[in-house]
C-alpha cells in the first residue's frame, strides 16, 4: 500500500518523544533500498487477504456448482459435481487447494462459459484499460487546471463553483448521469452512439485485421482506416466523460489541497520573500511539491479504475472486466467470480507497489 | 501537546459540527450551512416518511382503483406512478428512509469495530498491530460495491428483503470502512500511550485504558466527523448501485432508490422522465449534503485550508487533508497512511510538505 | 434504408461494406447469452438461437408451423416399434468441405450422451439406446420406448444440431474458437467472425440444402447487449435493423408508436404459472390442518380471483397474452380449460365466487398465502407481476400474501424442497409439442416435485406420448388438460408472445415468428 500526502496527527509534534518510534518521523535507518524491499513484500500478505476474503465470502454462499446449476440437475447428479469438484471437501482443505493453484497461476475456469479465468481476464482486461486510460486523460485534462485554477482562487466564486460541481459529480450515481447522458448525447442531438466500444462493422473490420491488441483506438488506428478510428473515439467518449469526470473530482481537490498546503510552507514563503511574483509561485514552488501525493492517488486511482469501473461498464457496456464481473454475478457463477476478484487483488497490490516506488524516486525524501 | 483544544466552550458548542459552524465564515461557512440543511431536510423526510407519503411504497390501488403504470404526474400523484404501478413520490419519500437505516446502521458499525480494533491495535502494539495495519489497508483496496453484492448473496440467502438489502450493505460499507476509523484512532491510541499523563494517570490508580479510550476518543473528535460523512455517502452510493445492478430491494418491501432507477431505465428513454428523475435526484441530494458537510468540516479542521481569517485559532490541529468524498476518491490519500507506521523505523513521512507544514502550525 | 444509413452516419460507418448497410447485410440486436456454441455444452436460448442457424437438422419446423418434417434428411420414419430410421440427402457437405455423413450423425448423438454435461441437453436424449450408421446415408435410432412420438420433435430440439465429426471432439466440449476456425457449419449460415457474446458475423451457407431453403440475405452480423434498454436506442436510432428478444415491455409500447419502426408479434411458447406444493400449501397434506377439499378449495379461488388481462395489460402492456390452460395457444392440442370453470366465467376475476368457494368449504377468511417468486429469473418485470397477483389475491380480504423474492440459486434449491407453499414459475419449451407442457408437469414424478397426483392423469399422459394416430392423440392432450384443470396442480395465466422489431424496410420477420419458437435469421431481408 502506499503512504501518502496525509500529514497524521503524529505528524505535529514537533518533536516526538523517544520511545514512539512507530510514530515520530525518525530520520535514520533504510535506505531506499531497504524501503522498496518492504514494500514489495507487503504485496504477498495483501494478496493473501484479499484472496482470503473473498474466498471466505464465496463459500459462505454455499458451493459454486448448486449455486450455478442447482434446479437444473437432479440432486444425485448435483452431488456427484460437486464431489467431483471438490467442494464436499473440508473447507481448510479447500482453502490450501485454492491458495495452491493460485500460486501456479491458476485461477479456475467459469462453470458458465468454460473459459479459465486467466483467458476472461486477458480477453476483457485490455477494454477496462483501455476505458482506464481515457478515464485517466479526462481527469488529467480537467481536474489538475481546474484544482490549480481553484488553489489560485481560493475561496471565491470560481473556487466555490468547481468545488461544488466536483461535490455534486461524486454524488451522481455514474449510471444516473449516464441515462442522462444517453438521452443528452444520443436520442436528442443523436451526436454520439448509445453504447458498446464501436459500431458492428468496425468491431468485424477490427477483428478481421487482426491486430488483435484488443485495445481498440491502437487497433483502429492500425487499420489505417480514419472513419474505424473516429468511431472508436465517438464511442469512448460518454463512458470516459462518466467515469473521468468522477476521478476529475479526485484530482481537483487533491491538487487544490495539496498547492495551497505548500504555498504556505517555510520554502514558499522563502521564496516569496526573496519577492518571486505570486504567479510563478503558483505555477513552480508549489507546484513541485504537491506532485508527489498526486502521483501516489493516481496511482491509487489507476488500481481502483481497474476494479471499480464496474458501473460504468455495465451503463455503456463497455464489455470490459467490470461488466464481465457483473454478468457471472448475475448468472452465480462464483468460480468466475472469485477468480477475476483474486486477480485483481493482485493487479491491485502490484500497481500499489509500483505507485510506491515512483513516489519514492520522485521525491528524495524517502531516501533518507 | 495539542491534544485539548485550548479554550473551553459550553459542551454544546464544542460537539464537532457544532463547533465548525461558529468558528467558520464566508464560502466555507455556506457550504457547511447548505450540507446541515440538505442532510437535514433528508433524515426528516425519513423519519416523517409515513406522515409525508400519499400512499404506502407497495400501494396499487385505492378506493379498489388501480392507479395504472406509467401513469404522468397528476394531482392523485405529483409525480406520477411508476411501471410496476406504485406513486413515484411516495416510494421516493419511503426510500430515505431505507437510504437512512442504511447510513445509521453502517455508520454506527463502522465506528463501533473501527474504533474498538484501532484501540486494540494501538495500544498493544507488536506483531498484532501490524498483522491489523496489514489486513487493514488490503481491505480497503476492495470495491465496496463488489462486496457489497457478495454480502448480498451471503446475507439474505438471495431474498431481496428489506432487511437483507439494508444489512448487506451496511455491511459491506462497514467492511471498507473500518479501516479509516482503525487508522485514525490507531494513531492517535499510538501518541497518547507513550504520553506522560497517561502514566501518571496509572499511578494515580485511574484505568489505563479509561484514560486512553477517553483522550483518543476527545482528540478524534476532529476527525471522525469527517469519515462519518464520507461514510454515509458511500452508504448511499454502494445501495443505489446495488438496486441498479439488480441486488435491490422488491417493491413490495420498501422504497428503494436504486431499483426504481433500474426499473426506470426503459422509461427515461420512451419519454417517460417521472420515473427515474425523482429517484435520482433524491440521492444526488442526499449524498450532496453529507458530502457538503464532509467537505466543510475538513476545510476547517485543516489550519492551511481554513479560510485564512481564522486560521490562527486552533492552530496545531491538522486533521486528515483527505475528506475526499467516496469511494474512488476516498481511496486516495485516506485509509493508506496506515502503512507509514507499519515497518517502525525507517519512518517515512512520506506527507512532504504537509507534514512540513503541520509541523510548523 | 436512407434513414439507417443517415443516422447511423452520425455514428460513423466505414467503407468496406461490413456494417449494416451494404445490400446483403443485416444487422440484428439481442439480449441473448450464449454459453456454449457446442451443442453438447448449452440449453438456453441463446445458444440455441445461434445454432439454429448454422448446424443441421435431421428434422425441423419449416417457416410457419410447430410440426417438423425431414430437414437435411430425405425420410424419417419409425421401420419398427423401437426404431427410427432417417435416410440422409445424398452428397452433403459442410461448409470446409468434409462430407455430412450418417457417421456424423451417430458422433454427434454418440458425444452428446457420452459428454452429458452439466449445461447440457443431453437429458432429452433420455429414450435413445443407441445409434447406428447403416450406411453413409441411413441411420438407425434405437430407442427404449415403442412409439415415442415425440422422439421426432426431439430431433429438431436443442439435443438435435448435427456436427462434424473431423472437428468436434468425441468427449469433451468443444471450444468456440476451435469450431469457428475449423469452420464446422452446415446449416443456412455459416460463422466468419466470432466475439463471444459482442458479436457474431455470418454468412449464407450455400451448401445447405434443407427444407428451410437458401437464405434470403447474404450476410448477417449479431451484436449482443447486456441492457435492453441501449438495444432499444439502437434500433430505434436505426443502429440495427432488427431487435429480437428481449426488449422491456415499456420499450415495446413505445416503439409501437414509432414510425421508423415495426413491431412483429408472434406466437410464444413461453408459460407462467403458480405452483402449488400439495403438502405444504393452506391446508395441505403435510399442514397440522390438512384437508384435501379446504385445499383444493384454495386452489380454486386463486384461480377465481386472478386477474390475467390485468397482469396482461398493465405490467406487460400485452408483450404476454392471458392463458387459460396448460397447453399455449398455437400449439396443436391447446385448450380453455381454466376459462370456464373459474372466475366470471369469461376470463375475468370474480372476487365473490372465490369468497363462496372458500366458505362452502369452511376456510375461515383470509386465508394466509406465502407467495415466492424468483426476482430475476424470468425477467426483470416478476416483482411487477407478484406486486398484482398479491394485490389480486388479497381483493375483499379473501387472502393475505406474504409475498418475498429469492435469487434462483436458491429458489431453485428450495422449491424441490417443500419450503414454498406456492410458488412463480415459468416454462419455455425445449420442442413445439403439447407433450411438452404435460408430460414434466403433471406425471406423479415430475418436475415440479410438488406432490400431485393423479393416476388417470399419469395414465393419459403415459398413452398420448405412445399413440401415433393425430387426432386421437389430440383428443387425449385436452383430456388431459381438462382434469388437470379441476385439480389445478398449477394455475396457468400468462403467455408469452414473441415480439421482434424491425426497421421499416425490413421483410420477412412474420415468416419466422412462428410457433417453431425458432427465430431464422434467413427468412429475412431488405
Known amino acids: 500500500m502506499t503512504s501518502t500526502t496525509t500529514s497524521e496527527p503524529t505528524d505535529v509534534d514537533p518533536a516526538p518523544l523517544p520511545g514512539t518510534t512507530k510514530t515520530g518521523p525518525r530520520k535514520s535507518g533504510g535506505g531506499l533500498g531497504r524501503y522498496l524491499l518492504v514494500r514489495f513484500l507487503l504485496i504477498f500478505p495483501t494478496i493473501l487477504i484479499l484472496v482470503t476474503t473473498v474466498f471466505v465470502m464465496m463459500r459462505a454462499t454455499g458451493d459454486p456448482i448448486t449455486a450455478a446449476l442447482g434446479g437444473r440437475l437432479p440432486p444425485d447428479q448435483l452431488a456427484e459435481r460437486i464431489h467431483s469438484a471438490g467442494y464436499d471437501r473440508p473447507v481448510l482443505v479447500q482453502y490450501l487447494d485454492y491458495l495452491g493453484s493460485i500460486l501456479r497461476g491458476d485461477f479456475g475456469t467459469t462453470i458458465s462459459d468454460h473459459r479459465p479465468v486467466t483467458e476472461v481476464l486477458l480477453t476483457y482486461g485490455t477494454a477496462t484499460l483501455e476505458l482506464a486510460a481515457y478515464a485517466l486523460v479526462v481527469a488529467f485534462l480537467v481536474g489538475i487546471p481546474l484544482g490549480r485554477i481553484a488553489a489560485a482562487r481560493r475561496d471565491r466564486g470560481v473556487d466555490a463553483t468547481l468545488r461544488i460541481s466536483a461535490v455534486v459529480v461524486y454524488a451522481t450515481p455514474v449510471f444516473f448521469a449516464g441515462i442522462l447522458l444517453k438521452l443528452v448525447f444520443s436520442v436528442w442531438l443523436d451526436w454520439l452512439p448509445v453504447a458498446g466500444r464501436a459500431t458492428t462493422g468496425t468491431e468485424i473490420q477490427l477483428q478481421r485485421h487482426g491486430a488483435g491488441t484488443g485495445i481498440y483506438l491502437i487497433d483502429a488506428i492500425s487499420t489505417g482506416d480514419p472513419a474505424a478510428v473516429q468511431d472508436v473515439l465517438e464511442h469512448a467518449i460518454l463512458p470516459a466523460l462518466a467515469l473521468g469526470l468522477l476521478t476529475a473530482g479526485v484530482f481537483l481537490r487533491l491538487v487544490r489541497t495539496n498547492v495551497i498546503g505548500t504555498l504556505s510552507t517555510g520554502y514558499v514563503e522563502a521564496a516569496r520573500s526573496r519577492g518571486v511574483h505570486e504567479r510563478r509561485l503558483l505555477r513552480k514552488h508549489a507546484w513541485r511539491p504537491a506532485l508527489v501525493p498526486i502521483i501516489t492517488v493516481i496511482g491509487l486511482q489507476i488500481a481502483m479504475l481497474l476494479a471499480g469501473a464496474v458501473l460504468t461498464e455495465t451503463t455503456f457496456e463497455w464489455k470490459g472486466l467490470g461488466f464481465q464481473l457483473v454478468q457471472y454475478l448475475l448468472a452465480r457463477d462464483f468460480v468466475a467470480v472469485q477468480g477475476l476478484v483474486a486477480l485483481l487483488a493482485v493487479i491491485v497490490a502490484v500497481t500499489n507497489f509500483l505507485v510506491d516506488v515512483v513516489a519514492a524516486l520522485v521525491d528524495p525524501r524517502i531516501r533518507y | 501537546m495539542t491534544t485539548v483544544i485550548p479554550e473551553r466552550a459550553p459542551l454544546y458548542k464544542r460537539l464537532p459540527v457544532v463547533h465548525q459552524l461558529r468558528t467558520s465564515v464566508g464560502l466555507q461557512r455556506t457550504m457547511l450551512v447548505a450540507g446541515l440543511v440538505l442532510t437535514a431536510i433528508f433524515v426528516l423526510t425519513a423519519i416523517f416518511a409515513p406522515l409525508l407519503a400519499p400512499y404506502s411504497w407497495d400501494q396499487l390501488r385505492a378506493g379498489g382503483e388501480l392507479f395504472g403504470a406509467q401513469q404522468g404526474p397528476s394531482a392523485d400523484h405529483w409525480l406520477g406512478t411508476t411501471v410496476g404501478g406504485f406513486d413515484v413520490l411516495s416510494r421516493v419519500i419511503w426510500g430515505a428512509r431505507t437510504a437512512l437505516l442504511t447510513i445509521v446502521i453502517g455508520v454506527a458499525l463502522s465506528i463501533f469495530l473501527g474504533v474498538a480494533i484501532g484501540l486494540v491495535s494501538g495500544y498493544f502494539g507488536g506483531w498484532l498491530d501490524r498483522v491489523l495495519v496489514v489486513i487493514a489497508d488490503a481491505i480497503y483496496a476492495f470495491p465496496s460495491l463488489l462486496l457489497a453484492i457478495l454480502a448480498a448473496i451471503v446475507i439474505s440467502g438471495g431474498q431481496s428483503s428489506m432487511w437483507g438489502g439494508i444489512l448487506a450493505t451496511a455491511i459491506s460499507i462497514t467492511v471498507v470502512f473500518i479501516p479509516q476509523y482503525f487508522r485514525v484512532i490507531r494513531a492517535e491510541a499510538v501518541r497518547i500511550k507513550a504520553e506522560a499523563f497517561v502514566e501518571s494517570a496509572r499511578v494515580v490508580g485511574s484505568s489505563h485504558t479509561r484514560i486512553m479510550t477517553r483522550h483518543v476518543l476527545r482528540n478524534s473528535t476532529r476527525t471522525l466527523p469527517l469519515i462519518v460523512t464520507l461514510n454515509a455517502g458511500e452508504a448511499v452510493l454502494t445501495l443505489a448501485g446495488l438496486g441498479f445492478l439488480g441486488f435491490g430491494i422488491e417493491p413490495t418491501e420498501a422504497g428503494d432508490w436504486g431499483y426504481d432507477l433500474n426499473k426506470a431505465l426503459a422509461d427515461v428513454t420512451s419519454g417517460i422522465w417521472w420515473t427515474a428523475i425523482p429517484p435520482g435526484v433524491a440521492i444526488i441530494l442526499a449524498v450532496l449534503g453529507v458530502s457538503l458537510v464532509g467537505e466543510s468540516l475538513n476545510d476547517l479542521a485543516d489550519p492551511r485550508l481554513r479560510t485564512r481569517r481564522r486560521a490562527a485559532a486552533t492552530a496545531g490541529v491538522v486533521g486528515t487533508t483527505t475528506a475526499v468524498p467516496g469511494g474512488v476518491l476516498s481511496a486516495g490519500p485516506e485509509g493508506v497512511a496506515g502503512m507509514d507506521d507499519l515497518e517502525g523505523p525507517p519512518d517515512f513521512p512520506l506527507s512532504g510538505p504537509t507534514a512540513e507544514d503541520g509541523e510548523r502550525a | ?526
Open chain 3, 1 to 526: 434504408m436512407g434513414a439507417l444509413v443517415l443516422t447511423a452516419c452520425s455514428s460513423n460507418k466505414d467503407d468496406d461494406g461490413a456494417s449494416g448497410d451494404g445490400g446483403g447485410t443485416l444487422t440484428i440486436g439481442t439480449t441473448d447469452k450464449v454459453t456454449s456454441l457446442d451443442p453438447a455444452g448449452s440449453y438456453d436460448n441463446g445458444s440455441f438461437a445461434v445454432m439454429n442457424q448454422v448446424y443441421p437438422f435431421l428434422l425441423n419446423t419449416p417457416y410457419g408451423s410447430p410440426d417438423v418434417e425431414p430437414d437435411i434428411a430425405e425420410s424419417a420414419e419409425f421401420t419398427g416399434p423401437t426404431e427410427y430410421t432417417v435416410k440422409l440427402k445424398a452428397g452433403l457437405k459442410w461448409a470446409n468441405g468434409h462430407d455430412l455423413t450418417s457417421s456424423d450423425v451417430k458422433f454427434t448423438f454418440d458425444r452428446q450422451v457420452k459428454i452429458a454435461d452439466e449445461n447440457g441437453p443431453s437429458s432429452l436424449l433420455y429414450n435413445l439406446e443407441s445409434t447406428e450408421a447403416v450406411d453413409p446415408t441411413t441411420v438407425v435410432f434405437h430407442l427404449k420406448s415403442k412409439d415415442d412420438q415425440i422422439f421426432p420433435q426431439i430431433l429438431s430440439s436443442p439435443a438435435g444440431p448435427i456436427v462434424d465429426e473431423e472437428s468436434f471432439s468425441p468427449d469433451a466440449l468443444t471450444p468456440d474458437a476451435d469450431i469457428v476456425k475449423a469452420n464446422a457449419f452446415a446449416g443456412q449460415y455459416e460463422i466468419t467472425d466470432y466475439d463471444l457474446n459482442n458479436l457474431v458475423a455470418y454468412k449464407a451457407f450455400d451448401g445447405y440444402k434443407g427444407i428451410l431453403g437458401a437464405a434470403k440475405t447474404a450476410e448477417v452480423n449479431v451484436k449482443y447487449y447486456a441492457e435492453a434498454s441501449n438495444l432499444k436506442l439502437d434500433i430505434q436510432q436505426g443502429n440495427i435493423d432488427v431487435a429480437f428478444r428481449s426488449l422491456a415491455a415499456t420499450d415495446i409500447d413505445d416503439l409501437r408508436k414509432d414510425d421508423k419502426v415495426t413491431v412483429v408479434d408472434g406466437p410464444g411458447g413461453e408459460i407462467r404459472y403458480i405452483t402449488f406444493n400439495f403438502d405444504t400449501q393452506p391446508y395441505g397434506a403435510k399442514t397440522p390442518e390438512a384437508d384435501p377439499a379446504k385445499a383444493l378449495a384454495v386452489r380454486q379461488a386463486v384461480a377465481d380471483l386472478i386477474d390475467r388481462k390485468a397482469l396482461s395489460e398493465q405490467v406487460y402492456k400485452g408483450t404476454y397474452t392471458p392463458l387459460y390452460s396448460y397447453v399455449p395457444d398455437g400449439l396443436t392440442g391447446a385448450t380453455e380449460s381454466l376459462k370456464g370453470l373459474y372466475g366470471d366465467g369469461q376470463g375475468g376475476p370474480d372476487a365473490a365466487k372465490a369468497k363462496k368457494t372458500l366458505e362452502d368449504a369452511g376456510v375461515t377468511l383470509p386465508v394466509q398465502l406465502k407467495l415466492q417468486y424468483s426476482s430475476e429469473h424470468y425477467g426483470p418485470s416478476s416483482a411487477d407481476e407478484y406486486g398484482q397477483i398479491k394485490d389480486q389475491l388479497q381483493a375483499d380480504g379473501i387472502f393475505a400474501v406474504d409475498s418475498k423474492s429469492t435469487e434462483w440459486g436458491q429458489y431453485s434449491d428450495d422449491r424441490v424442497a417443500d419450503v414454498y407453499p406456492a410458488y412463480q414459475l415459468g416454462w419455455f419449451p425445449d420442442y413445439s409439442d403439447a407433450d411438452n407442457y404435460l408430460t414434466p408437469f403433471f406425471l406423479t414424478e415430475n418436475f415440479l416435485s410438488n406432490h400431485y397426483d393423479n393416476k388417470q392423469v399419469n395414465d393419459l399422459i403415459l398413452q398420448q406420448a405412445t399413440t401415433a394416430d393425430a387426432d386421437a392423440r389430440t383428443k387425449l392432450i385436452e383430456q388431459i388438460q381438462d382434469l388437470v384443470a379441476k385439480d389445478l396442480s398449477t394455475v396457468p395465466y400468462l403467455q408469452g408472445a414473441q415480439v421482434a422489431v424491425v426497421g421499416k424496410d425490413v421483410k420477412g420477420t412474420e415468416d419466422t415468428l412462428d410457433a417453431s419458437f425458432k427465430f431464422r435469421y434467413a427468412a429475412l431481408s431488405k
